[in-house]
């Protein structure tokens, strides 16, 4: 059964830094790439930033320059080291496998996500 344990989350200051991490089960991990996605305030669920099985990386504009993603196959985690947070970021973050469909990334369909909170 494919799990996703999410952790790292916290309350922190415009300015400040959290990193996020995310220790996969029920799958390969080292054959698919993974995905952190979030859901804001009034939001939809969306993609912040991914990593391929090649290394390759994508982030949303919002997030380039401050966020950054890395894995480590030897324990089947992947984090998202966030700094320079903006009250924007705040949100539910949640990590996907990246052959799992997009539109059930931030359900909990497979696991509960971190909640990240910023403050001005």
């Known amino acids: 059964e494919v799990h996703f344990n999410v952790s790292g989350g916290g309350s922190v200051e415009a300015g400040g830094s959290l990193r996020l991490s995310c220790i996969a089960s029920g799958f390969t991990f080292n054959d698919q790439g993974m995905r952190w996605y979030r859901r804001g305030p009034g939001n939809g669920c969306d993609l912040v930033s991914s990593i391929n099985i090649n290394g390759q990386t994508y982030y949303q504009d919002s997030v380039k320059g401050r966020f950054t993603i890395s894995q480590d196959n030897a324990k089947n985690t992947v984090y998202l080291q966030m700094t320079t947070l903006e009250p924007e970021d705040t949100a539910e973050y949640y990590c996907?496998?990246?052959?799992?469909?997009?539109?059930?990334?931030?359900?909990?369909?497979w696991g509960q996500g971190t909640q990240v909170t910023v403050s001005a």
């Open positions: 996907a496998a990246g052959f799992l469909p997009s539109t059930y990334a931030c359900a909990g369909h």
